[in-house]
């Protein structure tokens, strides 16, 4: 209830919100001395939503870090995205805010403000790519300092930045976000992936989940499974009937260990395609942390999953992905390399979830993603993938 709200109140509220601060603005900078500080002491990058956009951010954040070694970099994001954050080498501190009620969510924002203005900020960079409320807050925080932000059509945010950024929507969302990072001066040759940084303590329970779980990744096959894909359009999900077919016809064929991600909200989806499947498999929804699911997906040979948070670790650990996309397109989100496969139809309605929708779609028969077959996703993934690259 609380983030439809936000969302209304963002586009109505915030976009002719957005162009009053702007004009204004504008007429007060005849005033002011420039803000190009080209050397910032004192650097915030803000991204509200989405684990998986923070992976991809990761390039950005570590050319940041290397571009500007001595600065205080911040983060400011939504609370649920700590875990994500929190030990991240590239970043010196993050700034969360709570989303659980509307009293909770105002209280947050402005706590965050008087935080954030009294740390002094000399640049922000907004990487959300639609949402008025991140241009507003940048504004606040930020009044008479550098703000660079997305010029995405139609979404009125541009009004309120510095700096702008056109937003592209025909190359993958990582190199988008790279680009943001640019305008302070990162060398564009330097673009690179990035791995999700995690400790050895996170290492030493994968090695100790595994173990429990009779798997040797130095001889068995391991494939991991992840089936939801969050709260943004569920419809996004390949069926827990399709996936318990293709499990078992890898186990039988292959003798792959196989083991399902997911968060604890996930565990009945995950409870419930194990009871479908004829073999065993191993439940780790719940159990693991963002930073060890990175360690066991970087373990494993394959990784299925639809376009969501898991999807783009599995990219950035370098694990061969599979990935099941349709209200989304792969253009943006895919997995990066060549040795991955993709499931994309390119029907006329897609992608309906979009960075002009807000992401938004009332489709209520996703073929896009009901039409993938489980016989051609095993013959692929047979001759493409396992057929060449047995443990055996």
């Keep these: 209830m609380v983030i439809r709200i936000i969302r209304v109140v963002d586009y109505y509220v915030g976009i002719p919100t957005c162009f009053v601060i702007g004009i204004l603005d504008k007429f007060l900078n005849v005033f002011r001395k420039s803000v190009v500080t080209t050397n910032p002491e004192k650097i915030l990058l803000v991204k509200t939503w989405g684990i998986g956009n923070i992976i991809l951010m990761l390039p950005a954040m570590?050319?940041?870090?290397?571009?500007?070694?001595?600065a205080q970099i911040y983060f400011f994001s939504l609370k649920n995205n700590r875990?994500?954050?929190?030990?991240?080498?590239?970043?010196?501190?993050c700034f969360m805010l709570d989303m659980d009620g509307l009293r909770a969510f105002i209280t947050s924002v402005a706590e965050n403000i008087r935080l954030l203005r009294g740390e002094g900020i000399d640049c922000i960079l907004d990487f959300d790519q639609f949402a008025r409320f991140t241009a507003l807050l940048s504004f606040v925080i930020g009044i008479g300092k550098r703000r660079i932000g997305f010029n995405t059509r139609g979404q009125g945010k541009k009004y309120v930045?510095?700096?702008?950024?056109?937003?592209?929507?025909?190359?993958?969302?990582?190199?988008?976000?790279?680009?943001?990072a640019k305008v302070i001066g990162v060398a564009e040759e330097n673009y690179q992936s990035v791995k999700v940084p995690y400790a050895g303590d996170d290492l030493f329970f994968v090695n100790g989940f595994l173990k429990t779980h009779g798997i040797d990744t130095q001889k068995d096959i391991l494939i991991g499974i992840h089936i939801g894909c969050g709260p943004n359009f569920p419809s996004r999900r390949w069926s827990c009937e399709k996936?318990?077919?293709?499990?078992?016809?890898?186990?039988?064929?292959?003798?792959?260990?196989?083991?399902?991600?997911?968060?604890?909200?996930?565990?009945?989806l995950v409870q419930n395609t194990i009871n479908l499947m004829n073999n065993r498999a191993v439940d780790a929804s719940g159990r693991l942390t963002i930073k060890q699911m990175a360690v066991i997906i970087e373990k494993s040979d394959i990784f299925?999953?639809?376009d969501t948070g898991p999807l783009h670790i599995a990219s950035a650990m370098d694990t061969t992905v599979v990935g099941f996309f349709g209200p989304n397109t792969p253009l943006l989100y895919g997995p990066l390399g060549d040795k991955n496969i993709i499931y994309y139809k390119g029907l006329p309605c897609s992608p309906?979830?979009?960075?002009?929708?807000?992401?938004?779609?009332?489709?209520?028969?996703?073929?896009?993603?009901?039409?993938?077959?489980?016989?051609?996703v095993y013959d692929d993934v047979a001759k493409r993938i396992l057929s060449e690259n047995l443990k055996r």
């Design 62 to 70: 570590k050319a940041v870090r290397e571009k500007y070694p001595e």
């Design 83 to 93: 875990e994500i954050l929190e030990g991240n080498p590239y970043i010196n501190d």
């Design 161 to 180: 930045f510095t700096d702008l950024v056109d937003y592209n929507n025909t190359q993958h969302m990582s190199k988008t976000f790279y680009d943001l």
């Design 243 to 268: 996936y318990a077919q293709l499990a078992d016809r890898l186990i039988e064929e292959f003798n792959v260990k196989i083991y399902f991600t997911g968060t604890r909200s996930e565990t009945e």
């Design 304 to 306: 299925f999953s639809s």
């Design 352 to 376: 309906c979830i979009t960075n002009y929708n807000a992401k938004k779609s009332d489709c209520r028969d996703p073929i896009c993603i009901t039409s993938i077959e489980v016989d051609k």
